[in-house]
């Protein structure tokens, strides 16, 4: 079955600081999609990226930038000098190539202080 | 604009009451899902549906019910069966089955039982 793990329940850094928030996926398929998304305070899920298991090259976006690497199930997202914006809820998700179940991880909240 | 809307934002049930979260999208998305979210628990799958007259159950489908006659709407049912309905609640959809995208979220349903 899928699983998806977020070791990290919450993190709190000061503002500039880099954080890494880190997630680990099982999975049986060959084929499968990984997701990251933000909810900030207000509770809508606000899509960041997604990745597919065949294609394991790192993305920088901004200040976001994710490192997939198969040998490990991790797809880590970093945050480079953070933001007190960036203070959100972020979860990790798996899609499995089979069908369209969306499985999350339990999130990690992002404390960033001024 | 296109995205889906949830309502109400809030809603108070009686103990032993069925109540309904409504569930509208206008992206032309064949899918759509619900998610149960606890403090600590991340999402979780309730029902899910790919495609007007077909659904399927989640991880934690007892006490919930769902119809999709229209493409547009998924409408969820809490039902008095459900032990514990205290909860936010979150619709999402996303293109179809055969390709595998992103979901986009609404703003959620947060369930109270008075």
């Known amino acids: 079955a899928q699983k998806v793990t977020q070791a990290q329940t919450e993190i709190s850094v000061v503002e500039k600081e880099d954080v890494t928030l880190d997630c680990v996926y099982e999975t049986r398929d060959t084929t499968y999609y990984l997701f990251w998304y933000k909810q900030p305070p207000s509770g809508e899920l606000v899509f960041l990226i997604r990745?597919?298991?065949?294609?394991?090259q790192n993305e920088i976006s901004g200040r976001y930038s994710w490192n997939f690497q198969k040998s490990t199930s991790s797809f880590n997202f970093t945050i480079t000098a953070s933001q007190v914006v960036d203070s959100a809820v972020y979860f990790c998700a798996h899609l499995s190539g089979g069908y369209n179940k969306l499985i999350f991880g339990a999130g990690t909240r992002l404390a960033v202080h001024p | 604009d296109g995205g889906i809307t949830q309502s109400p934002k809030y809603l108070f049930r009686k103990e032993g009451q069925n109540v309904t979260l409504s569930c509208e999208q206008n992206l032309n998305h064949d899918a759509m899902y619900w998610y149960r979210q606890d403090p600590g628990q991340g999402l979780r799958l309730i029902y899910y549906s790919q495609i007007v007259n077909d659904f399927q159950k989640g991880d934690i489908a007892e006490g919930y019910s769902v119809s999709r006659e229209k493409k547009e709407s998924f409408p969820l049912t809490v039902t008095s069966a459900q032990k514990n309905p205290t909860a936010f609640y979150l619709c999402a959809s996303s293109v179809s089955r055969a390709r595998r995208t992103e979901a986009f979220f609404g703003q959620g349903t947060r369930l109270t039982v008075v």
């Open positions: 990745r597919n298991s065949f294609d394991e």
